[in-house]
T-cell receptor, first 114, second 112 residues
Framework: DTAVSQTPKYLVTQMGNDKSIKCEQN?????MYWYKQDSKKFLKIMFS???????INETVPNRFSPKSPDKAHLNLHINSLELGDSAVYFC?????????????FGPGTRLTVL | DQQVKQNSPSLSVQEGRISILNCDYT??????FLWYKKYPAEGPTFLIS?????DKNEDGRFTVFLNKSAKHLSLHIVPSQPGDSAVYFC???????????FGTGTRLKVLA
């Protein structure tokens, strides 16, 4: 009974390709996030949606585009993949936006760009 | 500019002893702090949190201490168990923002 799920778990692709990562939460939360964990293990926020509205958009190349079709889903599309995009991407959700709410994380998607 | 720092990348402790994980921050606007635990190939899971109006919060074997003047927090695990072996992240948030800033993590190994 997974709370926050991501697909795929592993993604290996060539430079220049376009790929998507999907995230779903069944917790009834209003807010969802995408994080990137790079090779140095920094876990950095990329985007956040609250009730399908974008509320956080960090300095991320515009090749990355999040899409939230409904409150339970937040997908991440990446165009023209580059070697530096290789990382683990985590989706998370919380009951509401705001810094006082515990976030529930998915298992991560390990993206490898060759 | 890393606003949340965990300067010890790894820590080894004997089973039954105390584990102390440290975290320093630079932003004085941070007023809420959390600790997350992460096992390999899994996402981080919430462990314990503390608001800046407190200096201590306890939950079972886990206690978080906050020293605002030193901009320092620590997580104490007593007694440490082999199942506690994981990477521990601290995270901080400022009122009015929608995000947490994470440290780089400390890998704890509890030796049986």
């Amino acid at each position: 009974d997974t709370a926050v799920s991501q697909t795929p778990k592993y993604l290996v692709t060539q430079m220049g390709n376009d790929k998507s990562i999907k995230c779903e939460q069944n917790l009834g939360h209003d807010t969802m996030y995408w994080y990137k964990q790079d090779s140095k293990k920094f876990l950095k926020i990329m985007f956040s949606y609250n009730n399908k509205e974008l509320i956080i958009n960090e300095t991320v190349p515009n090749r990355f585009s999040p899409k939230s079709p409904d409150k339970a889903h937040l997908n991440l599309h990446i165009n023209s993949l580059e070697l530096g995009d290789s990382a683990v991407y985590f989706c998370a959700s919380s009951t509401q936006a705001g810094g006082y709410n515990e976030q529930f994380f998915g298992p991560g998607t390990r993206l490898t760009v060759l | 500019d890393q606003q949340v720092k965990q300067n010890s990348p790894s820590l080894s402790v004997q089973e039954g002893r105390i584990s102390i994980l440290n975290c320093d921050y630079t932003n004085s606007m941070f007023d809420y702090f959390l600790w997350y635990k992460k096992y390999p190939a899994e996402g981080p899971t919430f462990l314990i949190s503390i608001s800046s109006i407190k200096d201590k919060n306890e939950d079972g074997r886990f206690t978080v201490f906050l020293n605002k003047s030193a901009k320092h927090l620590s997580l104490h695990i007593v007694p440490s168990q082999p199942g506690d072996s994981a990477v521990y992240f601290c995270a901080a948030s400022a009122k009015g923002t929608y995000k947490y800033i994470f440290g780089t993590g400390t890998r704890l190994k509890v030796l049986a």
